[in-house]
């Protein structure tokens, strides 16, 4: 078996609320840029901590102490996209799980709430998200319909994937321009899950442009990898460019997750995907949500780390303190003028 790919990356810009302030024509426009964070607190055995108010806890960026300015328990409607990965070496990689592949995202749509919306997309060497796709039943558009949800994917797990091709990069972006356009009728807590090989041979757009505009978009991405079963069946018979292409597929689908506050998951066995969909049910529903005012002002484009640390600790199995840790994001691009 033989693959072929390129590299490639996600995501789209960080929403954040700019302030104008301007007293006449001879003075400078001033800015203030609010830093919004979602994010989840979990103990060292990996569960979700919930109940924990703002005093809990402490923001640095690039190594700097911040004011939280705001902070609140995510609650309410949900919004979710699926980017499924439908090439023919992705159909391949997933033949002795399909299946079980399929179950884990009906069962995360049936786990939806009435007032949360989800859209899906699948993509091959170009993204499937016009009219004519959602004519034939392979595009859903956000919505809140469950049934207009099952049937989409029905739809695409029974059509023939048509071509080998697999444009990652390219959806990603597509994603990130679809959220945007929509940001005015979305709730703020927008995630993606992406199910797919990691592979990518066809993308028009710069992976490091895509993973840039990811890290800014504030859109939490959930990577779930297809094809590990058959990889280390056939593992054996690769060649060392092949198990490094491979290699740097899972390192892509990590990227994408750890830089966005997400997760990434490489499951072995096809019995894991369900659970695996139920516990990204459950870290969209137990978010908390702050926002601080940079201390830092200047507007150079930069990389700027962002750490949340958790000050409370809470007793675990034996009554022994321990601390607990927050996801996140790990930081965003300043603005440039």
């Known amino acids: 078996m033989k693959f072929k790919y390129c590299l490639c990356f996600l995501l789209l810009a960080f929403f954040a609320k700019p302030i104008w302030a301007q007293k006449d024509k001879s003075e400078f426009k001033s800015r203030v840029e609010v830093v919004n964070v979602n994010l989840r607190v979990t103990n060292k055995s990996g569960d979700l901590i919930t109940g924990l108010e703002a005093e809990d806890f402490e923001v640095y960026e690039d190594g700097v102490k911040q004011n939280i300015t705001n902070f609140s328990t995510v609650e309410g409607p949900i919004t979710t996209i699926l980017l499924i990965d439908y090439s023919k070496q992705s159909y391949l990689m997933s033949l002795y799980s399909q299946n079980e592949v399929w179950h884990g995202p009906i069962e995360f749509l049936k786990s939806l709430k009435d007032e949360d919306w989800t859209s899906i997309l699948m993509y091959d060497r170009k993204v499937y998200a016009g009219n004519q796709d959602k004519e034939n039943g392979i595009f859903q558009d956000f919505t809140q319909n469950k049934r207009e949800l099952e049937s989409t994917l029905s739809n695409i797990l029974n059509s023939q994937p048509a071509w080998s091709e697999s444009c990652l990069v390219d959806a990603i972006k597509t994603v990130l321009d679809l959220v945007s356009e929509n940001r005015e009728s979305l709730t703020d807590k927008v995630s993606l899950i992406l199910i797919s090989t990691g592979l990518d041979t066809f993308s028009q757009n710069q992976y490091d442009k895509v993973l840039k505009e990811a890290q800014n978009s504030g859109v939490s991405i959930y990577a779930v990898s297809i094809g590990q079963q058959i990889r280390t069946l056939q593992d054996q018979y690769m060649d060392s460019l092949e198990r490094m ?68 600790m809470l007793p675990d199995p034996k009554g022994k303190m321990q601390k607990l840790t927050a996801r996140h994001r790990k930081g965003y691009y300043s603005p440039k003028d």
Do not use: C, H, W
């Open 245 to 312: 292409e491979l290699s740097m597929s899972d390192n892509r689908l990590r990227s994408f997750a750890e830089l966005t506050g997400g997760e990434v998951f490489l499951p072995k066995f096809a019995g894991e995907f369900k659970s695996i969909f139920q516990n990204i049910s459950d870290d969209l529903r137990n978010q908390y949500s702050l926002g601080y005012i940079s201390g830092n002002t200047k507007r150079d484009g930069k990389f700027r780390k962002i750490e949340i640390k958790v000050k409370k």
